[in-house]
C-alpha cells in the first residue's frame, strides 16, 4: 500500500460540517469560521511507550490523540471546528491503521469535527502530532489567567483513575490483590479513553473564570492557573472527587492517597467561578476548595493539616533528585 493509497483509505472521509469547505486531498484544507468568531489553535504530541502504554489498543490510541487535544478546546470554552494529524509509523500494518482510525473518526464523529489534513510518515518510533482548531466568541474564552481571590475552584468527572489505570500497567504487582477485576479494567478505560469535556467548557465559558484541563495532574495544572492569576488557593483533600473504583482501591490501599492530587492523565476541566454562579453547574462537577489572595497552594488533609505536595504533577524534562 503506498502512501497515497493508505491517506486515502484509512484518512480521507466525508465531511458535512460546514466550517470545513475543503477536506484531506488538496495541498492545504479550507476553514470558514463563523462571522465573530476567534479562532483557537493546539497541537499535541504523543510518543507511543510515553504518552500511552505500548500495549495499548489501536482504536485507543486513535481516540486518545485526539481527546488530549479536544480537551484543550474544552478547557478554553471554544467549539472544535478541524483536526489534522501528523503520523509517523514504523509499518503500515493494515489492522494497526483500521483500528486507529476507527478509534480517532469514532471520536471525531461523537464531537462533529472531521480530519481535514495532516502528513503520513515510515519512522522508527510511533509518533503522533495532533492540532486542534477551533472557534469561540472572544468574549467567551476560558484562560488561567483569570482567577480570583474568593473563586470557588471546581472540578468536572473524577481525579485519579487514569493514574491508577497507569499503575495497573506500570506496576500490577502494587494493586491490591482484593481489587476487582471491573475495576481495574474501568481504571485502565479511562487511562486509555479520556472524555474530552467540551460539552462543559461550552456551559462554562458563560460565567466560569479560570479554567484548564487536568493533563497533569492536579497540584501541577491548578498551580498554572494560579501563577498565571497571581492568586494562592486552598484545596481540601477529602473533597476530591473519586470514583467508585478509585474509592475501593484507596479503601485496600490507603498510601494512594494523595495520587488523585499528582496523577495527569485524567482530562477533566478544572476552574474557578464566584460562588453566586454555583447553581449554574448543571453537570457533574464538584467543588474542591477556594481561591485566596495570598500566594501559593495549601492542601487539607481530613484532620484539617496541610498535605506536603513536594513530588508534584508529570514534568517531562524533571531532573531527579542530585
Ligand atoms: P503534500 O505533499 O502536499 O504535503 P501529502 O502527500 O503529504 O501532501 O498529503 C496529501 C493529502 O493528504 C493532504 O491533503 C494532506 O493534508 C492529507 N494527509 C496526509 N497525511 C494525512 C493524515 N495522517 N491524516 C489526514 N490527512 C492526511
Ligand atoms: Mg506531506
Known sequence: ????????????RDCATPSVLLGVGDDCAILK???????LVST???????????????????????????SDLAAMGAQPRGVTLGLALPEADPDW??????????????????????DTVASPQLTLAVTVLGGAQPDRVLRRDAARPGDLIAVTGTLGDAGLGLRTVLS?????????????????????????????????????HAAIDVSDGLAQDLGHILAASGVGAEIDLAALPLSAAARRWLALDP???????????????LFTLAPEDRDRLDF????????????????RNRAGQAVDLARGGFDHFAVGPD
Open 44 to 70: 499535541d504530541l504523543l510518543v507511543a511507550g510515553r504518552h500511552f502504554p505500548l500495549n495499548t489498543a489501536p482504536e485507543d490510541i486513535g481516540h486518545k490523540a485526539l481527546a488530549v487535544n479536544l
Open 1 to 12: 500500500m503506498n502512501e497515497f493509497a493508505l491517506i486515502r483509505r484509512y484518512f480521507a
Open 33 to 39: 469560521p463563523a462571522p465573530d468568531e476567534v479562532l
Open 255 to 269: 498510601s494512594v492517597e494523595t495520587l488523585p492530587l499528582t496523577a495527569g492523565d485524567d482530562y477533566e476541566l
Open 97 to 118: 491503521l483500521a483500528g486507529f482510525a476507527e478509534g480517532f473518526h469514532r471520536l471525531a464523529a461523537e464531537f462533529g469535527v472531521c480530519l481535514i489534513g495532516g
Open 284 to 299: 457533574p462537577a464538584t467543588v474542591i476548595g477556594s481561591i485566596r489572595a495570598e500566594p501559593g497552594l495549601v492542601v
Open 172 to 208: 500490577p504487582d502494587s494493586v491490591p490483590a482484593e481489587l476487582p477485576l471491573a475495576d481495574r479494567d474501568y481504571l485502565r478505560g479511562r487511562l486509555d479513553r479520556p472524555t474530552p469535556r467540551l460539552a462543559e467548557g461550552q456551559v462554562l465559558a458563560g460565567f466560569a
